[in-house]
């Protein structure tokens, strides 16, 4: 009898080590979601989508990892693509810094069943990536050459500093901006790359203004662009006679609008394209990849996320309409009253 207990006793000991040795999902059950999303360097803009990330993964109730090199590696990129696809994760959405150096790897990613996706930054024609969540980035640097052309009726040379001379987002910009002051009194100089490293920009942005002391204008492609333009300007005491207009709405970005240092930025959606992102590689998991594109109302592989034109004329509309649809941001107009609101002295 004795015998008997102790012998139940090791078998229940038994059966408590197998339990724990038994992995949390049970066989056959759906492997859990992961998304994983991989941007392209330091800075608040990106912080912007990981929020928009965050707030999916939460809102879906799926786990996702968010990463981002110090500033444009391309390196980088590819070896964290590898250890997800190690992982087996459901899905990555990447910004390629260089699509052309990406692609074998998000072919790789996609031949193991990973769904790839692209934000912020196209991939190649004909790529592994499944759809492209962003700005139509050729069109948004029109509006910013559309915008400075009317800021300086009279023309003249305009600098251009931009972080990659391969990323597709940063070369369709300035093609973009480009075509737009063709034919007009506007002296484009030859964009100049910081590899999005803001201390370079800054550097560059001095240069520029000291080779050119008859600098007119100044596009700032990349998110710290602009305010490096504005950092560069202040330091050569050219408020005013440097017109800037850039992308992005930063902290810093908006500080220089409300200083009048900055004329104009092309604000990207960037907090959505985290969003959508990860929306879209769940239903691309639970529904297949043509019906979740068509939920997600892509048009030939690409959801258009949309730009707004902010001036300091229209910084508090913006604010309110990001307010209300509940997107974070890191600046207030607050106590701030717009320069044409201001009573005349
Ligand atoms: C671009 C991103 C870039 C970021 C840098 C944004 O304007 O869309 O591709 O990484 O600026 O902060």
Not at 108 to 118: D, E, L, N, R
Not at 294 to 317: C, F, P, R
């Amino acid at each position: 009898m004795k015998l008997r207990l102790a012998h139940l006793g090791f078998l229940f000991f038994l059966s408590l080590v197998m339990t724990a040795c038994v992995p949390v999902r049970e066989a056959g059950a759906p492997p859990e979601t992961i998304i994983v999303v991989i941007g392209k360097s330091v800075n608040p803009y990106w912080s912007n989508v990981e929020k928009g990330v965050e707030a999916a993964g939460k809102d879906l109730g799926i786990k996702t990892v968010f990463f981002v090199p110090p500033k444009e590696d391309v390196a980088a990129q590819i070896q964290t693509m590898e250890t997800y696809i190690a992982q087996g994760v459901t899905g990555i959405a990447i910004a390629p810094s260089n699509p052309q150096a990406l692609e074998r790897v998000m072919k790789k990613a996609a031949g193991a069943g990973i769904f790839v996706t692209t934000l912020d930054t196209p991939p190649v024609e004909g790529s592994a990536a499944k759809v492209y969540i962003g700005t139509d980035n050729y069109g948004a640097g029109q509006i910013a050459g559309q915008t400075l052309t009317t800021l300086l009726p009279n023309g003249g040379k305009v600098g251009i500093v931009r972080g990659s001379d391969t990323a597709l987002n940063a070369l369709q910009r300035t093609e973009g901006f480009l075509a737009a002051v063709t034919g007009t009194g506007i002296k484009p100089l030859t964009p100049m790359n910081d590899q999005e490293d803001a201390a370079a920009a800054l550097q560059l942005s001095n240069s520029v203004i000291s080779a050119n002391p008859d600098l007119a204008g100044a596009f700032g492609v990349y998110a710290y662009n602009g305010p490096a333009w504005a950092t560069a300007i202040k330091e050569a005491k050219a408020v005013g006679k440097i017109k800037v207009v850039c992308f992005d709405t930063t902290t810093d970005t908006i500080n220089g609008i409300k200083e009048g240092v900055i004329d104009a930025t092309v604000a990207q959606r960037e907090y959505d394209m985290g969003y959508k992102s990860v929306q879209i590689i769940k239903l691309m998991a639970e529904k297949g990849v043509e019906p979740a594109l068509n939920e997600m109302g892509a048009m030939n592989g690409i959801v258009t996320t949309g730009v707004d034109i902010i001036t300091s004329a229209t910084l508090k509309d913006y604010e309110a309409a990001l307010d209300a649809r509940g997107i974070p941001h890191e600046w207030t107009t607050r106590g701030w009253t717009p320069p044409l609101a201001r009573p005349s002295q």
